[in-house]
């Protein structure tokens, strides 16, 4: 079982732009592949991104495709999320999680809140 612990979230306008990152331990991290997920308010849990073991291979859903980058580093334990163009409607908590397909297959962190206003 992994231990995930998200941060990076915060306050800002519209248009603006954030970096999520989310430290892994406790098992063999470049064997997982990896998703972004984020929950917003009175909303179900809802699928990002995700990253191949590699870094290679990458899917994005449509909320999200060419505002949103997904990336890892293997050395680091680290999987990362640049959103750009953010919009009120990504207000959100945010969690990475090791995913088969696009199903989480551990238990979720704590999440990092994204609030989108002006």
């Known amino acids: 079982q992994l231990h995930l612990v998200e941060s990076g979230g915060g306050s800002v306008q519209p248009g603006g732009s954030l970096r999520l990152s989310c430290t892994v331990s406790g098992d063999t991290f470049d064997v997982h592949r990896m998703g972004w997920f984020r929950q917003g308010p009175g909303k179900d849990r809802e699928f990002l991104a995700s990253?191949?073991?590699?870094?290679?291979?990458?899917y994005y859903a449509d909320s999200v495709k060419g505002r949103f980058t997904i990336s890892r580093n293997n050395a680091k334990n680290t999987v990362h999320l640049q959103m750009n163009s953010l919009k009120p409607e990504d207000t959100a908590v945010y969690y990475c999680?090791?995913?088969?397909?696009?199903?989480?297959?551990?238990?979720w962190g704590q999440g990092t809140q994204v609030t989108v206003s002006s």
């Open positions: 990253v191949s073991q590699s870094g290679i291979a990458k």
């Open positions: 999680i090791p995913i088969l397909g696009e199903v989480p297959i551990d238990s």
